[in-house]
Protein backbone atom coordinates (compact mmCIF):
# COMPACT_ATOMS: atom_id res chain seq x y z
CA UNK A 1 0.00 0.00 0.00
CA UNK A 2 1.25 3.48 -0.96
CA UNK A 3 0.80 6.92 0.37
CA UNK A 4 1.99 9.95 -2.27
CA UNK A 5 4.05 6.92 -3.82
CA UNK A 6 5.57 6.11 -0.84
CA UNK A 7 5.58 3.05 0.58
CA UNK A 8 3.39 2.38 4.26
CA UNK A 9 3.81 -0.89 5.16
CA UNK A 10 7.41 -3.88 4.73
CA UNK A 11 6.60 -5.38 1.15
CA UNK A 12 5.32 -9.24 1.74
CA UNK A 13 2.92 -8.05 4.98
CA UNK A 14 -0.55 -8.14 5.99
CA UNK A 15 -0.81 -4.43 5.23
CA UNK A 16 -4.64 -4.37 5.83
CA UNK A 17 -3.99 -6.04 9.48
CA UNK A 18 -1.76 -3.14 10.28
CA UNK A 19 -4.75 -0.30 9.27
CA UNK A 20 -7.29 -2.43 11.39
CA UNK A 21 -4.78 -2.71 14.37
CA UNK A 22 -4.17 1.57 14.14
CA UNK A 23 -8.00 1.51 13.82
CA UNK A 24 -8.11 -0.24 17.01
CA UNK A 25 -5.58 1.35 19.15
CA UNK A 26 -6.45 4.59 18.20
CA UNK A 27 -10.19 3.39 19.06
CA UNK A 28 -9.45 2.32 22.84
CA UNK A 29 -6.96 5.67 23.20
CA UNK A 30 -9.65 7.79 22.18
CA UNK A 31 -12.33 6.20 24.29
CA UNK A 32 -10.14 6.10 27.50
CA UNK A 33 -9.21 9.81 27.07
CA UNK A 34 -12.80 10.65 26.85
CA UNK A 35 -13.49 8.70 30.13
CA UNK A 36 -11.08 10.93 31.82
CA UNK A 37 -12.23 14.19 30.50
CA UNK A 38 -15.93 12.89 31.17
CA UNK A 39 -15.04 12.55 34.19
CA UNK A 40 -13.51 16.06 34.75
CA UNK A 41 -17.23 17.82 33.07
CA UNK A 42 -15.55 17.89 29.46
CA UNK A 43 -16.06 14.83 26.83
CA UNK A 44 -15.98 13.92 23.21
CA UNK A 45 -19.30 13.95 21.95
CA UNK A 46 -20.70 10.49 19.90
CA UNK A 47 -17.94 8.96 21.42
CA UNK A 48 -18.05 6.33 24.35
CA UNK A 49 -16.48 7.34 27.70
CA UNK A 50 -17.18 3.56 28.77
CA UNK A 51 -14.30 2.45 31.23
CA UNK A 52 -11.21 0.42 30.16
CA UNK A 53 -12.88 -2.61 31.90
CA UNK A 54 -16.08 -1.92 30.34
CA UNK A 55 -14.63 -2.98 27.21
CA UNK A 56 -12.65 -5.56 28.29
CA UNK A 57 -13.47 -8.89 27.00
CA UNK A 58 -11.41 -10.54 29.88
CA UNK A 59 -13.37 -8.90 32.48
CA UNK A 60 -15.84 -10.92 31.10
CA UNK A 61 -13.39 -14.29 31.60
CA UNK A 62 -12.91 -12.95 34.87
CA UNK A 63 -16.34 -13.13 36.08
CA UNK A 64 -17.82 -15.67 35.29
CA UNK A 65 -17.27 -17.79 38.52
CA UNK A 66 -19.36 -15.52 40.19
CA UNK A 67 -21.78 -14.65 37.64
CA UNK A 68 -22.34 -18.38 37.77
CA UNK A 69 -22.61 -18.21 41.63
CA UNK A 70 -24.04 -15.17 42.82
CA UNK A 71 -25.58 -13.67 39.44
CA UNK A 72 -23.42 -10.39 39.48
CA UNK A 73 -20.59 -9.22 38.03
CA UNK A 74 -17.33 -8.33 39.83
CA UNK A 75 -16.83 -4.76 40.74
CA UNK A 76 -16.29 -2.40 37.99
CA UNK A 77 -17.15 -5.47 35.31
CA UNK A 78 -20.73 -4.82 32.97
CA UNK A 79 -22.83 -6.56 30.85
CA UNK A 80 -20.57 -5.53 27.66
CA UNK A 81 -17.37 -7.44 28.80
CA UNK A 82 -20.36 -10.43 29.27
CA UNK A 83 -20.85 -9.36 25.24
CA UNK A 84 -17.27 -8.92 24.14
CA UNK A 85 -16.28 -11.96 25.87
CA UNK A 86 -19.27 -14.15 23.96
CA UNK A 87 -17.78 -12.09 20.37
CA UNK A 88 -14.22 -12.92 21.07
CA UNK A 89 -14.94 -16.56 21.86
CA UNK A 90 -17.05 -16.92 18.68
CA UNK A 91 -14.13 -15.36 16.29
CA UNK A 92 -12.15 -17.90 18.12
CA UNK A 93 -13.72 -20.65 17.68
CA UNK A 94 -13.84 -19.87 13.75
CA UNK A 95 -10.82 -17.91 13.07
CA UNK A 96 -8.48 -18.96 16.24
CA UNK A 97 -7.18 -15.57 18.50
CA UNK A 98 -7.69 -13.22 15.97
CA UNK A 99 -8.43 -10.65 18.58
CA UNK A 100 -4.73 -11.00 19.64
CA UNK A 101 -3.24 -10.76 16.33
CA UNK A 102 -5.56 -7.93 14.75
CA UNK A 103 -7.44 -6.19 17.58
CA UNK A 104 -5.74 -5.94 20.93
CA UNK A 105 -3.78 -2.69 21.51
CA UNK A 106 -0.94 -3.98 23.74
CA UNK A 107 -0.01 -6.32 21.02
CA UNK A 108 0.01 -3.46 18.23
CA UNK A 109 2.74 -1.38 20.55
CA UNK A 110 4.25 -4.52 20.86
CA UNK A 111 5.35 -4.78 17.26
CA UNK A 112 5.59 -1.32 17.37
CA UNK A 113 8.56 -1.66 19.53
CA UNK A 114 9.58 -5.05 17.72
CA UNK A 115 10.42 -3.07 14.74
CA UNK A 116 12.90 -1.00 16.58
CA UNK A 117 14.47 -4.36 17.89
CA UNK A 118 14.58 -5.53 14.41
CA UNK A 119 16.36 -2.71 13.13
CA UNK A 120 18.72 -3.29 15.93
CA UNK A 121 19.77 -6.62 16.46
CA UNK A 122 18.41 -7.96 12.58
CA UNK A 123 18.35 -11.60 12.51
CA UNK A 124 18.95 -12.09 16.27
CA UNK A 125 15.81 -10.44 16.97
CA UNK A 126 13.20 -12.96 18.26
CA UNK A 127 16.02 -15.74 18.83
CA UNK A 128 17.60 -14.69 22.49
CA UNK A 129 15.63 -16.91 24.46
CA UNK A 130 16.77 -20.41 24.78
CA UNK A 131 14.82 -22.74 22.77
CA UNK A 132 13.89 -25.31 25.86
CA UNK A 133 13.27 -22.18 28.42
CA UNK A 134 11.33 -21.15 25.70
CA UNK A 135 9.11 -23.83 25.33
CA UNK A 136 8.53 -24.10 29.28
CA UNK A 137 8.05 -20.30 30.03
CA UNK A 138 5.11 -20.32 27.15
CA UNK A 139 3.20 -22.13 29.45
CA UNK A 140 3.71 -19.56 32.40
CA UNK A 141 0.36 -18.09 30.91
CA UNK A 142 -1.40 -20.67 32.09
CA UNK A 143 -0.47 -20.20 35.32
CA UNK A 144 -1.23 -16.67 35.19
CA UNK A 145 -4.65 -17.64 34.06
CA UNK A 146 -5.18 -19.33 36.58
CA UNK A 147 -4.08 -17.40 39.61
CA UNK A 148 -5.88 -14.31 38.03
CA UNK A 149 -9.48 -16.23 38.05
CA UNK A 150 -8.70 -17.96 40.99
CA UNK A 151 -8.05 -14.52 43.18
CA UNK A 152 -10.96 -12.80 41.20
CA UNK A 153 -13.22 -15.54 42.34
CA UNK A 154 -12.15 -15.32 45.82
CA UNK A 155 -11.89 -11.76 46.35
CA UNK A 156 -14.77 -10.70 43.92
CA UNK A 157 -12.36 -8.04 42.93
CA UNK A 158 -10.53 -7.17 40.04
CA UNK A 159 -7.19 -7.38 41.53
CA UNK A 160 -5.70 -8.38 37.90
CA UNK A 161 -5.94 -4.41 37.15
CA UNK A 162 -3.50 -3.65 39.35
CA UNK A 163 -0.81 -5.92 37.45
CA UNK A 164 -2.57 -5.39 34.34
CA UNK A 165 -0.10 -3.75 31.45
CA UNK A 166 -3.18 -3.33 29.14
CA UNK A 167 -4.37 -1.01 31.78
CA UNK A 168 -1.79 0.78 32.84
CA UNK A 169 -0.94 1.95 29.10
CA UNK A 170 -4.36 3.29 28.74
CA UNK A 171 -4.80 4.89 32.08
CA UNK A 172 -0.53 5.87 32.95
CA UNK A 173 -2.56 9.61 32.94
CA UNK A 174 -4.82 8.92 35.68
CA UNK A 175 -4.75 8.24 39.37
CA UNK A 176 -6.23 4.78 38.91
CA UNK A 177 -3.16 2.69 37.17
CA UNK A 178 -1.22 0.66 40.23
CA UNK A 179 2.92 1.37 40.17
CA UNK A 180 2.53 -2.92 39.38
CA UNK A 181 0.72 -2.39 36.34
CA UNK A 182 3.08 0.60 35.29
CA UNK A 183 6.20 -1.28 36.43
CA UNK A 184 4.83 -5.05 34.21
CA UNK A 185 4.39 -2.18 30.71
CA UNK A 186 7.36 -0.85 31.18
CA UNK A 187 9.06 -4.29 31.49
CA UNK A 188 7.09 -5.66 28.74
CA UNK A 189 8.04 -2.62 26.62
CA UNK A 190 11.64 -2.92 27.22
CA UNK A 191 11.35 -6.92 26.86
CA UNK A 192 9.41 -6.09 23.25
CA UNK A 193 12.95 -4.66 21.67
CA UNK A 194 14.44 -8.36 22.53
CA UNK A 195 11.77 -10.82 21.81
CA UNK A 196 8.28 -10.38 19.77
CA UNK A 197 5.25 -9.91 21.70
CA UNK A 198 6.79 -10.99 24.83
CA UNK A 199 3.50 -10.13 26.86
CA UNK A 200 1.32 -12.38 24.75
CA UNK A 201 3.78 -15.14 24.70
CA UNK A 202 4.55 -15.34 28.03
CA UNK A 203 1.98 -13.61 30.40
CA UNK A 204 -1.14 -12.99 29.19
CA UNK A 205 -4.24 -14.94 30.57
CA UNK A 206 -6.33 -13.99 27.90
CA UNK A 207 -4.00 -15.33 25.04
CA UNK A 208 -3.87 -17.87 27.16
CA UNK A 209 -7.67 -18.66 26.85
CA UNK A 210 -8.15 -17.97 23.15
CA UNK A 211 -5.21 -19.45 22.38
CA UNK A 212 -6.98 -23.19 23.22
CA UNK A 213 -9.23 -22.77 20.24
CA UNK A 214 -5.81 -23.02 17.98
CA UNK A 215 -6.16 -26.70 19.52
CA UNK A 216 -9.74 -26.97 17.15
CA UNK A 217 -10.98 -23.77 15.58
CA UNK A 218 -12.40 -24.24 11.90
CA UNK A 219 -10.32 -21.73 9.97
CA UNK A 220 -6.27 -23.04 10.40
CA UNK A 221 -3.43 -22.27 8.71
CA UNK A 222 -2.16 -24.99 6.57
CA UNK A 223 0.83 -25.82 4.62
CA UNK A 224 0.84 -27.78 0.96
CA UNK A 225 3.53 -29.55 1.62
CA UNK A 226 3.46 -30.63 -2.13
CA UNK A 227 4.41 -27.04 -3.01
CA UNK A 228 6.71 -26.18 -0.17
CA UNK A 229 9.49 -25.01 -1.14
CA UNK A 230 10.82 -25.86 2.65
CA UNK A 231 12.75 -22.15 2.51
CA UNK A 232 11.54 -21.53 6.31
CA UNK A 233 10.96 -18.28 5.56
CA UNK A 234 7.42 -18.96 7.21
CA UNK A 235 9.14 -19.69 10.33
CA UNK A 236 11.98 -17.08 10.27
CA UNK A 237 8.52 -14.50 10.39
CA UNK A 238 6.06 -15.96 12.54
CA UNK A 239 6.08 -13.04 15.61
CA UNK A 240 5.36 -16.18 17.57
CA UNK A 241 7.99 -18.33 16.66
CA UNK A 242 6.17 -21.48 15.05
CA UNK A 243 7.73 -23.84 13.10
CA UNK A 244 5.09 -23.22 10.19
CA UNK A 245 7.31 -25.27 7.77
CA UNK A 246 7.30 -28.38 9.81
CA UNK A 247 3.15 -28.78 10.13
CA UNK A 248 0.67 -29.15 7.88
CA UNK A 249 -1.64 -27.36 9.77
CA UNK A 250 -0.89 -25.13 12.33
CA UNK A 251 -2.39 -25.87 16.01
CA UNK A 252 0.56 -24.54 18.45
CA UNK A 253 -1.73 -22.70 21.17
CA UNK A 254 0.49 -19.58 20.55
CA UNK A 255 -1.04 -18.71 17.21
CA UNK A 256 -2.45 -15.58 16.71
CA UNK A 257 -3.96 -15.71 12.92
CA UNK A 258 -1.62 -12.82 12.07
CA UNK A 259 -1.52 -14.53 8.66
CA UNK A 260 2.08 -13.09 8.09
CA UNK A 261 3.16 -16.66 7.52
CA UNK A 262 0.91 -17.16 4.67
CA UNK A 263 1.46 -16.99 0.73
CA UNK A 264 -0.96 -13.58 1.10
CA UNK A 265 2.67 -12.27 2.99
CA UNK A 266 5.95 -13.90 3.44
CA UNK A 267 5.62 -17.50 1.74
CA UNK A 268 7.07 -17.08 -1.64
CA UNK A 269 4.67 -19.56 -3.31
CA UNK A 270 1.64 -18.93 -4.48
CA UNK A 271 -1.76 -21.22 -2.48
CA UNK A 272 0.81 -23.11 -0.27
CA UNK A 273 0.38 -21.23 2.79
CA UNK A 274 -3.09 -20.59 3.19
CA UNK A 275 -5.91 -19.69 5.86
CA UNK A 276 -8.70 -22.38 5.29
CA UNK A 277 -11.52 -24.25 6.64
CA UNK A 278 -11.10 -26.96 3.69
CA UNK A 279 -8.18 -29.47 2.95
CA UNK A 280 -4.74 -28.80 1.40
CA UNK A 281 -3.06 -31.12 -1.21
CA UNK B 1 -13.52 -22.30 1.91
CA UNK B 2 -10.04 -19.99 1.68
CA UNK B 3 -10.41 -16.63 3.48
CA UNK B 4 -7.79 -13.93 2.72
CA UNK B 5 -6.71 -11.25 4.80
CA UNK B 6 -9.08 -8.58 3.34
CA UNK B 7 -11.90 -11.12 3.88
CA UNK B 8 -11.02 -11.52 7.73
CA UNK B 9 -10.92 -7.96 8.38
CA UNK B 10 -14.22 -7.34 6.94
CA UNK B 11 -15.12 -10.51 8.67
CA UNK B 12 -13.22 -9.39 12.17
CA UNK B 13 -15.56 -5.68 11.94
CA UNK B 14 -18.79 -7.13 10.70
CA UNK B 15 -18.81 -9.55 13.90
CA UNK B 16 -17.38 -7.71 16.23
CA UNK B 17 -19.50 -4.55 15.60
CA UNK B 18 -22.66 -6.09 14.46
CA UNK B 19 -22.33 -7.93 17.52
CA UNK B 20 -22.42 -5.04 19.91
CA UNK B 21 -25.35 -3.39 17.88
CA UNK B 22 -27.65 -6.71 18.27
CA UNK B 23 -26.76 -6.76 22.01
CA UNK B 24 -27.64 -3.24 22.06
CA UNK B 25 -31.02 -3.71 20.35
CA UNK B 26 -31.46 -6.62 23.04
CA UNK B 27 -30.56 -3.98 25.94
CA UNK B 28 -27.50 -6.12 26.50
CA UNK B 29 -24.80 -3.50 25.95
CA UNK B 30 -23.84 -1.87 29.44
CA UNK B 31 -20.86 -0.28 30.18
CA UNK B 32 -21.70 1.07 33.28
CA UNK B 33 -24.16 0.29 36.45
CA UNK B 34 -27.42 1.31 36.02
CA UNK B 35 -28.65 4.00 38.05
CA UNK B 36 -31.82 3.34 38.65
CA UNK B 37 -32.86 2.96 42.66
CA UNK B 38 -34.12 0.03 44.03
CA UNK B 39 -37.91 0.53 44.70
CA UNK B 40 -40.21 -0.01 48.02
CA UNK B 41 -41.21 -3.81 48.09
CA UNK B 42 -44.07 -3.66 50.59
CA UNK B 43 -46.54 -0.83 52.43
CA UNK B 44 -47.80 2.49 51.50
CA UNK B 45 -44.72 2.98 49.18
CA UNK B 46 -44.89 0.20 47.35
CA UNK B 47 -43.11 0.95 43.81
CA UNK B 48 -41.55 4.02 44.92
CA UNK B 49 -37.34 4.70 44.45
CA UNK B 50 -35.96 3.84 47.70
CA UNK B 51 -33.53 6.06 48.92
CA UNK B 52 -31.98 3.86 51.09
CA UNK B 53 -30.44 2.40 47.91
CA UNK B 54 -28.76 5.90 46.65
CA UNK B 55 -25.24 4.81 46.17
CA UNK B 56 -22.00 6.87 45.91
CA UNK B 57 -21.74 6.52 42.38
CA UNK B 58 -25.18 8.13 41.92
CA UNK B 59 -24.50 12.13 40.73
CA UNK B 60 -26.64 14.80 41.87
CA UNK B 61 -28.09 14.39 38.53
CA UNK B 62 -28.76 10.60 39.29
CA UNK B 63 -30.62 11.76 42.15
CA UNK B 64 -32.96 14.27 40.77
CA UNK B 65 -33.76 11.20 37.70
CA UNK B 66 -34.35 8.65 40.56
CA UNK B 67 -36.39 11.09 43.18
CA UNK B 68 -37.44 14.08 41.39
CA UNK B 69 -35.32 16.67 43.72
CA UNK B 70 -32.68 19.38 41.31
CA UNK B 71 -29.52 18.70 41.47
CA UNK B 72 -29.24 22.14 42.31
CA UNK B 73 -31.21 21.50 45.46
CA UNK B 74 -29.21 19.11 46.58
CA UNK B 75 -26.06 21.44 45.60
CA UNK B 76 -27.06 23.69 47.74
CA UNK B 77 -28.66 21.74 50.14
CA UNK B 78 -25.31 20.45 50.62
CA UNK B 79 -22.95 23.48 50.30
CA UNK B 80 -21.81 22.57 46.77
CA UNK B 81 -20.02 25.45 44.60
CA UNK B 82 -20.06 23.77 41.02
CA UNK B 83 -21.04 24.66 37.96
CA UNK B 84 -22.64 21.49 36.85
CA UNK B 85 -24.55 20.37 40.34
CA UNK B 86 -25.91 17.52 37.65
CA UNK B 87 -22.61 16.15 37.71
CA UNK B 88 -21.69 15.85 41.17
CA UNK B 89 -20.91 12.33 42.60
CA UNK B 90 -22.59 11.96 46.18
CA UNK B 91 -19.49 10.34 47.01
CA UNK B 92 -17.47 12.77 47.14
CA UNK B 93 -19.20 14.18 49.87
CA UNK B 94 -17.07 12.65 52.29
CA UNK B 95 -13.71 14.32 50.58
CA UNK B 96 -15.43 17.75 50.43
CA UNK B 97 -16.38 17.18 54.70
CA UNK B 98 -13.16 15.29 55.67
CA UNK B 99 -12.49 18.49 58.12
CA UNK B 100 -15.76 17.79 59.94
CA UNK B 101 -15.35 15.55 62.67
CA UNK B 102 -18.85 13.91 61.84
CA UNK B 103 -19.34 11.88 58.11
CA UNK B 104 -21.35 13.68 55.72
CA UNK B 105 -21.23 11.25 53.05
CA UNK B 106 -24.07 9.47 50.79
CA UNK B 107 -25.82 8.41 54.24
CA UNK B 108 -26.35 12.24 54.09
CA UNK B 109 -28.08 12.11 50.68
CA UNK B 110 -30.54 9.38 51.19
CA UNK B 111 -31.25 11.04 54.53
CA UNK B 112 -32.19 14.19 53.07
CA UNK B 113 -33.81 12.43 50.06
CA UNK B 114 -36.31 10.56 52.01
CA UNK B 115 -37.13 13.65 54.54
CA UNK B 116 -37.90 15.80 51.36
CA UNK B 117 -39.85 13.21 49.50
CA UNK B 118 -41.48 12.40 53.04
CA UNK B 119 -40.42 8.64 52.39
CA UNK B 120 -39.61 6.15 55.41
CA UNK B 121 -36.31 6.10 56.15
CA UNK B 122 -34.50 3.70 59.02
CA UNK B 123 -33.37 6.15 61.71
CA UNK B 124 -31.58 3.80 64.30
CA UNK B 125 -28.35 4.77 62.93
CA UNK B 126 -26.50 8.41 62.98
CA UNK B 127 -26.69 10.11 59.76
CA UNK B 128 -25.68 13.85 59.96
CA UNK B 129 -26.29 16.46 57.38
CA UNK B 130 -24.86 19.90 56.86
CA UNK B 131 -26.92 23.12 58.04
CA UNK B 132 -27.97 24.11 54.99
CA UNK B 133 -29.67 21.04 54.44
CA UNK B 134 -30.92 21.34 57.59
CA UNK B 135 -32.73 24.59 56.63
CA UNK B 136 -33.73 23.26 53.87
CA UNK B 137 -35.75 20.11 55.46
CA UNK B 138 -37.57 22.67 58.09
CA UNK B 139 -39.50 24.74 55.28
CA UNK B 140 -41.01 20.22 54.48
CA UNK B 141 -43.51 18.65 56.44
CA UNK B 142 -41.69 16.55 58.85
CA UNK B 143 -42.67 14.54 61.49
CA UNK B 144 -41.91 15.09 65.08
CA UNK B 145 -40.01 12.43 65.02
CA UNK B 146 -38.15 13.43 62.19
CA UNK B 147 -37.49 16.93 63.50
CA UNK B 148 -36.23 15.67 66.47
CA UNK B 149 -33.51 13.67 64.83
CA UNK B 150 -32.84 16.25 62.36
CA UNK B 151 -31.69 18.53 65.04
CA UNK B 152 -29.74 16.76 66.84
CA UNK B 153 -27.79 15.30 63.79
CA UNK B 154 -26.32 18.86 62.15
CA UNK B 155 -23.36 19.53 61.98
CA UNK B 156 -22.24 22.99 61.04
CA UNK B 157 -21.43 23.66 57.13
CA UNK B 158 -17.79 23.83 55.68
CA UNK B 159 -16.63 27.19 53.81
CA UNK B 160 -18.32 26.82 50.71
CA UNK B 161 -16.03 24.02 49.01
CA UNK B 162 -15.80 24.81 45.34
CA UNK B 163 -16.16 22.20 42.69
CA UNK B 164 -15.07 23.95 39.44
CA UNK B 165 -16.41 20.60 37.60
CA UNK B 166 -17.01 17.20 38.13
CA UNK B 167 -14.66 15.61 40.48
CA UNK B 168 -13.01 12.41 39.50
CA UNK B 169 -15.44 9.89 40.56
CA UNK B 170 -13.61 7.16 41.45
CA UNK B 171 -11.12 6.37 44.57
CA UNK B 172 -7.95 4.90 43.87
CA UNK B 173 -7.45 1.42 44.78
CA UNK B 174 -5.10 1.90 46.91
CA UNK B 175 -7.38 4.06 49.11
CA UNK B 176 -9.85 1.86 49.06
CA UNK B 177 -7.45 -0.62 49.91
CA UNK B 178 -6.09 0.97 53.23
CA UNK B 179 -9.73 3.03 54.05
CA UNK B 180 -11.48 -0.35 54.87
CA UNK B 181 -14.79 1.46 54.92
CA UNK B 182 -18.06 -0.50 54.46
CA UNK B 183 -19.61 0.85 51.50
CA UNK B 184 -22.97 -0.02 49.03
CA UNK B 185 -19.89 -2.05 46.61
CA UNK B 186 -18.26 -3.97 50.07
CA UNK B 187 -18.70 -7.34 49.36
CA UNK B 188 -18.52 -9.94 52.32
CA UNK B 189 -15.47 -11.59 51.31
CA UNK B 190 -13.94 -8.16 51.75
CA UNK B 191 -15.02 -8.03 55.05
CA UNK B 192 -14.14 -11.99 55.82
CA UNK B 193 -10.46 -10.14 54.69
CA UNK B 194 -10.69 -7.51 56.87
CA UNK B 195 -10.37 -10.12 59.88
CA UNK B 196 -14.09 -10.03 60.95
CA UNK B 197 -15.52 -13.24 61.67
CA UNK B 198 -17.92 -15.44 59.55
CA UNK B 199 -19.75 -15.85 62.74
CA UNK B 200 -19.57 -12.15 63.59
CA UNK B 201 -21.22 -11.49 60.36
CA UNK B 202 -23.85 -13.78 60.82
CA UNK B 203 -24.85 -12.07 64.47
CA UNK B 204 -24.37 -8.63 62.64
CA UNK B 205 -26.99 -9.99 59.70
CA UNK B 206 -29.09 -12.45 62.10
CA UNK B 207 -29.36 -15.07 59.48
CA UNK B 208 -26.48 -17.14 57.65
CA UNK B 209 -23.88 -15.30 55.38
CA UNK B 210 -24.41 -15.60 51.70
CA UNK B 211 -21.60 -16.48 48.95
CA UNK B 212 -19.19 -14.43 50.23
CA UNK B 213 -18.89 -12.53 47.01
CA UNK B 214 -22.46 -10.98 47.34
CA UNK B 215 -22.20 -7.12 48.33
CA UNK B 216 -23.41 -6.53 51.52
CA UNK B 217 -25.89 -3.51 50.05
CA UNK B 218 -27.29 -6.44 47.84
CA UNK B 219 -27.74 -8.83 50.55
CA UNK B 220 -29.97 -6.22 52.67
CA UNK B 221 -32.01 -5.20 50.00
CA UNK B 222 -32.66 -8.35 48.94
CA UNK B 223 -33.61 -9.55 52.58
CA UNK B 224 -35.08 -6.20 53.42
CA UNK B 225 -32.99 -4.88 56.11
CA UNK B 226 -31.82 -1.60 56.47
CA UNK B 227 -28.24 -1.44 54.72
CA UNK B 228 -27.26 1.41 57.04
CA UNK B 229 -27.98 -0.30 60.36
CA UNK B 230 -25.55 -3.49 59.07
CA UNK B 231 -23.15 -1.06 57.02
CA UNK B 232 -22.32 0.63 60.98
CA UNK B 233 -22.38 -3.15 63.15
CA UNK B 234 -20.32 -4.30 60.14
CA UNK B 235 -17.90 -1.23 60.44
CA UNK B 236 -17.36 -1.37 63.93
CA UNK B 237 -16.38 -4.55 63.23
CA UNK B 238 -13.62 -3.65 61.62
CA UNK B 239 -12.32 -1.14 63.00
CA UNK B 240 -11.88 -3.04 66.39
CA UNK B 241 -9.88 -5.14 64.11
CA UNK B 242 -8.06 -2.14 62.42
Known amino acids: MKFFGKRLFRPHSIWIRKLVQWFFFLLIAFIAVNHTLVESGAGIPFLSSASLHALCPFGGVVTIYQFATVGTFVQKIHESSFVLMIIGFALAFLFGPVFCGWVCPLGTVQEWMAKLGKKLFKRRYNHFVPARLDQVLRYARYLVLAWVVYVTATSGTLIFADYDPYYALFNFWTSEVAVGGLIILGATLVLSLFVERPWCKYACPYGAVLGLTNLFRIFKIKRAASTCKADGACSILCPMNIPVDTQNAVRDHQCISCLECTSEAVCPVAKTVIFTAGAVK | ?242
Open chain 2, 1 to 242: MTLNSKSLAVILFVVLFGGIALSAALGWWQTESSKVAATYTEGEFAGQANPADIRGSYTFGDVEKNFGIPAALLAQAFNIQTDDPDAFATKELETIYAESTLEVGTASVRLFVAFYNGLPFDLSTEIYLPQSAADILHTRTLTPEQLAYLDAHIVPDPAAPAVDSAPITESTPEAEATERLVKGKTTFQEVLDWGVPQSVIEQILGAPMPNPLTTVKDFCTAQGLSFETVKAQLQAEVDKVK
